[in-house]
């Protein structure tokens, strides 16, 4: 794109570098990929601007645009009628900068714990009323808690869910749990809202979080919480199996991580 004071004009040549185009390419999906690489160059875009950049009659942009809003990727203003990126975009573009650079900044604390402790260590993150393990390092044990990386439990039902729900106000973990009920994972889970409640309560007066065969059968879990990147909520677990608890102090292992949390908030907000 080239911009003079009074007109601007679109580029449509491939770079050399372009990859080869599909033998049997599908236009409107092209430029709905088009559309969607312009807006990370641009602020804003008119309906104009993209007929002439797509080199197609207005009512086919239109179209396009308008699947596009349907789908969340872009939104229009409601004062300059002029295209954005929508929430779907931006959380897709958040979704991969924090999977990426969390983990990097993250993943040689996440070693030092595992090693110090010999037991399994998570980084996880707050997804509504689910927690997602995001990244792992496993204990070498032959007996040992497994990696969660890329599973979520409720929020509810292990230490790392509530030391997050912790970071929020009774009202919006209410909204969170609209019902009293809650889906118990084992006999140990919290099944109630009044006593989740309560829980948090407790654990924001001491900083951590511990769950006892909450989220499975035999696990043991102590979790503080990391800080807040690209708008969502981080934390740090270390899970045992529960035959191991008198090795595995919970203060001890809290103030441990809360160590660990200080090391990283450098990274966190």
């Known amino acids: 794109m080239t911009a003079s004071p009074d007109k601007v ?12 185009k599909p033998q049997y390419p599908i236009e409107s999906v092209d430029n709905a990929l088009r ?30 645009l308008a699947m596009l809003q349907y789908r969340g990727f872009v939104r229009q203003s409601n004062s300059s009628r002029a295209y954005e990126p929508g929430p779907a975009l931006t959380e897709i573009a958040f979704s991969v900068l924090r999977q990426i650079d969390v983990r990097e900044q993250v993943r ?87 006593a989740l409640l309560e829980e948090l309560d407790r654990i924001r007066k001491r900083g951590y979080a511990t769950g006892v065969q909450e989220s499975e059968d035999g696990v043991i879990a102590v979790a503080v919480p990391l800080g807040t990147y690209a708008g969502s909520r981080y934390a740090v677990s270390i899970s045992a199996p529960s035959h191991r608890k008198k090795d595995f102090t919970e203060v001890t292992v809290a103030e441990d991580l809360l160590r660990f949390a200080e090391q990283a908030r450098a990274f966190f907000s």
């Open 108 to 194: 040689p604390l996440l070693d030092d714990l595992a090693e110090h402790y010999g037991e399994t260590v998570h980084l996880t993150r707050l997804d509504g009323a689910l927690v997602s393990f995001v990244d792992a390092v496993e204990s070498s044990r032959a007996v040992r808690v497994g990696s969660r990386m890329g599973k979520t439990l409720p929020a509810h039902a292990s230490a790392s869910g509530k030391v997050l729900l912790s970071l929020l106000s009774d009202e919006a973990v209410v909204a969170l749990y609209p019902r009293e009920e809650l889906e118990p994972l084992t006999p140990h889970t919290l099944s109630t809202r009044t």
């Open 9 to 20: 004009r679109w580029v449509n040549n491939p770079s050399p570098a372009q990859p080869r």
């Open 35 to 64: 559309i969607l690489l312009l807006l990370g160059e641009r602020k804003s875009l008119r309906l104009t601007e993209v007929s002439e950049y797509l080199s197609v009659a207005s009512s086919t942009a239109h179209r396009v």
